[in-house]
């Protein structure tokens, strides 16, 4: 199964779930490969590697490599990460010149459904070709949405985008769900977020809600997911029960 995880706004959590979510997979027995497509390269920071290490997903969209012989041992036992790199700000501007230019990334998946049980590709934030690359090598998408009324801006628009994608390019593509993160709950802001989104979108917003935690903030500088970090924290255990819900969701 691979799931994309994406919303066009930025510090919503997009790579911290990619990161975490990919290990409490990992912890459930299941074999995850983490793809970094975000030329930031938070996701390949936040498990220790070099942003050098190459291949990186930059080369697999230019067609030099499959996911399957870019994936690099992430650290944590079952995760492996294919790194991105700052080429990835150039292939904004390549992808568009290349043929079939919404396709690269399902044209180089490769192995992947035969060597990984789970594949998270972690998406830039913006809906540009690299996005809509990740959206249409996609089985779902996950949609992280930090609890402030901001972050709510753009959502139904990023929605409309899903189901354009599903029209036109990959008519398997569904959403696996939108994921309450950066959550305070001592907030009343919060609080009126995450009951609009419930409102609104009903059974598509997960059970699990991601609180705002040091821990969480903290992880990605030691170079380890927060569930190997703190895994008792409130972090560690809100995303590993995340894993659990979205296996349950099949």
Known sequence: MIYSIANQKGG??????AVNL???????????????????????????????????SYEVLSGEVTLSEAALPAGPENVWLVPASRDLAGAVVELPTLENPNSRLSEQIGSVDEDYDMVLIDCPPALGPITVNA????????????????????????????????????????????????????????????????????????????????????????????????PSSRGSEAYLALAEEVLSRG
């Open 22 to 56: 990919g290990a409490g997979f990992a912890q459930l027995g299941k074999k995850v490969l983490v793809v970094d497509l975000d030329q930031q390269a938070n996701a390949t920071v936040a498990f220790g590697l070099d942003k050098s290490d190459l291949p990186t």
């Open 12 to 17: 919503v959590g997009k790579t911290t779930t």
């Open 135 to 230: 959206l249409v090598a996609s089985d779902r998408v996950i949609i992280p949405v930090q609890a402030e009324y901001l972050a709510l801006e753009g959502l139904v628009e990023f929605l409309d985008t899903i189901s354009m994608v599903r029209q036109q390019l990959n008519p398997g593509l569904a959403l696996g769900g939108i994921l309450v993160t950066m959550h305070d709950e001592r907030t009343r802001l919060a609080q009126q977020v995450e009951a609009d989104l419930r409102d609104h979108f009903s059974e598509t917003v997960f059970r699990t809600v991601i609180p705002r935690t040091v821990r969480v903030a903290e992880a990605p500088s030691y170079g380890i997911p927060v569930t190997d970090y703190a």
